[in-house]
């Protein structure tokens, strides 16, 4: 398998101009790793296995576990309402909210980018300067006096706003910032020593820029696209090596215990696609009645982010890039050949 899957990685690779870091691991061999473009184009310096990339929504499964670590600790319960929560004004929201209803999207509150009805992230920032965007309490004028968008419960509606309050939540009962609570609770816990939620404009070392192709065939940066913070809803920085140990600590039970570990990879709601469902921040198919993959992903202008755990195979497969497109269409080459 291991030739024949980095066969089809380069091949993908070349198709696409793929620019990133892949790693594929199985029963703890690694089955590829493997690395292609620039982490900065300007200076021609090259992406490793050991380069940081943003993941976007990619990071709400830290979200989750976060939350199910205070709920596991007695702090919360999956049925507190927001209302007990927050004391911020919410004036049109139900009050029935629930962190269930946030964790898997079902709250049916307003969202601040609403992926049904908005094609450009970009668009958020011309009234809303994204150098402003530093804290989690930045993000509520953006949608904390609109309407609710759905009926409580009504349907799965992925919505960003809804980790945003989850992240407060965090920051309310944990009296830590959100950013510094994941570093310590699941970041240390995992070994995940190259993450964290790190500042556009003072990035660490060894971290790829995110790159947006143009139509001229030139490119920019994403600096003028993105808040410069991420938050609860995405935009952490993590390497491959370090999700894939994100995985191993959080199916070995080492952020949670069993039974709370079961609940956040519970497909708790169905999403629109036939098979796909949505756990507390993790996306779960099914092949007939049992489980194919959990997976996360993410994008942004400048990022795209695919990472799948294969319970059947015990395979994981992490795809990192720092371009708007190619994570999806390498995470399909690769499941391809490895669910042969």
Known sequence: MKDSLLHRIEEIQEKITFSGAVLVKGNNQTLAEVSYGYANRSEQIKISSHTRFGIASGCKLFTSIAICQLVEAGKLSFDTKLKECLTDPFPHFSEDITIHHLLTHTSGIPDYFDEENMDDFEELWVKNP?????????????????????????????????????????????????????????FNKAGMGQSGYFELDSLPERTALGYIELPNGKWKT?????????????????????????????????????????????????????????GYGIWIDKNDHDIFKYHVMGYDPGVSFHSAFYPQKSIKAVICSNKSEGAYEMMKEIEEEILI
Request: proline share 3%.
């Open 222 to 278: 994403n600096i003028y696209s993105l808040p410069v913070k991420g938050g609860a809803d995405g935009g952490a920085y993590i390497t491959v090596h370090d999700m894939d140990d994100l995985w191993d600590a959080l199916i070995s039970n080492q952020l949670l215990t069993e039974e709370y570990t079961n609940k956040l990879l519970t497909p708790h709601v169905s999403t629109k696609t036939i098979g796909s469902f949505y």
């Open 130 to 186: 994204m150098y402003h965007m530093r804290t989690l309490e930045d993000f509520l004028p953006l949608f904390q006096n609109n309407k609710m968008k759905l009926q409580l419960g009504e349907r799965f509606h992925y919505n960003n706003a809804g980790y945003i309050l989850l992240g407060l939540i965090v920051e309310k009962v944990s009296q830590l910032t959100f950013s510094d609570y994941v570093e310590e609770y699941i």
